[in-house]
């Protein structure tokens, strides 16, 4: 089975754009999770999403929003990028039974720099 | 709230030699998982375990060995016989099963060096 693909894995942008990163689950996985990780914040969670559906959410602005496809593939976008949005993105995958917690698998991230 | 705290920040010991990694985390809820994450170099998170809240049942697998102990709210890992390719960043995670908990919270990771 292939694993969790997210694209691109780098992107440089400036102060005041917008981004877009996308993440390809597992096959067969209906749960997308993203997270933030930085040297400073560690690895924060940002949303989840299930059957097109957001199911929990993070402590971020509103600047950070996301949506997940019918295929359960996901998106996430950034407006107005600023320097401290700079970061790896990672996104993960899992099946989600809705009976226990499944572990999540994740992608090998974006890095994104802002400058 | 939840939370995750990995006190030791960095390890460095010698091949072979045994190594703990200590996390202990809070939460109010009854139902939980425990998991375990390896980040190496290439930056790509790895599953390593999952564990709930009502298996406090010591697991092993191969060289790694958790041991969760509900009492103390901590759930240690254990690598034997440390190899080089054990190098990488180690991070516990806690997840609730239902309302505002229900996402992952990570520690801040523990960086382990293992030196040939």
């Known amino acids: 089975k292939a694993g969790v693909t997210q694209t691109p894995r780098y992107l440089i942008k400036t102060r005041g754009q917008q981004v877009t990163l996308s993440c390809s689950p597992i096959s067969g996985h209906r749960s997308v999770s993203w997270y933030q990780q930085t040297p400073g914040q560690g690895l924060q969670f940002l949303f989840e999403?299930?059957?097109?559906?957001?199911?929990n959410k993070g402590n971020f602005p509103g600047r950070f929003s996301g949506r997940q496809f019918s295929n359960s593939r996901s998106e996430m976008n950034v407006s107005t990028l600023e320097l401290g949005d700079s970061a790896l993105y990672l996104c993960?995958?899992?099946?989600?039974?809705?009976?226990?917690?499944?572990?999540?698998?994740f992608g090998p991230g974006t890095r994104l720099t802002v400058t | 709230a939840q939370k995750v705290t990995q006190a030791q920040t960095e390890i460095s010991v010698v091949e072979k030699e045994d190594v703990t990694l200590d996390c202990v985390y809070e939460t109010r809820d009854t139902t939980y998982y425990l998991f375990w994450y390896k980040q190496p170099p290439s930056g790509e998170l790895v599953f390593l375990i999952r564990?709930?809240?009502?298996?406090?049942q010591n697991e092993i697998s191969g060289r790694y060995s958790w041991n969760f102990q509900k009492s103390t709210s901590s759930f240690n890992f254990t690598i034997t016989a440390s190899q080089v390719v054990d190098s990488a960043v180690y991070f516990c995670?806690?997840?609730?099963?239902?309302?505002?908990?229900?996402?992952?919270?990570f520690g801040k990771g523990i960086t382990l060096s293992v030196r040939p």
């Open positions: 995670a806690l997840r609730s099963v239902t309302g505002a908990n229900s996402k992952l919270t």
């Open positions: 999403y299930f059957s097109e559906t957001q199911r």
């Open positions: 993960a995958s899992s099946y989600f039974s809705g009976i226990y917690v499944d572990e999540q698998y």
């Open positions: 564990r709930n809240s009502f298996d406090e």
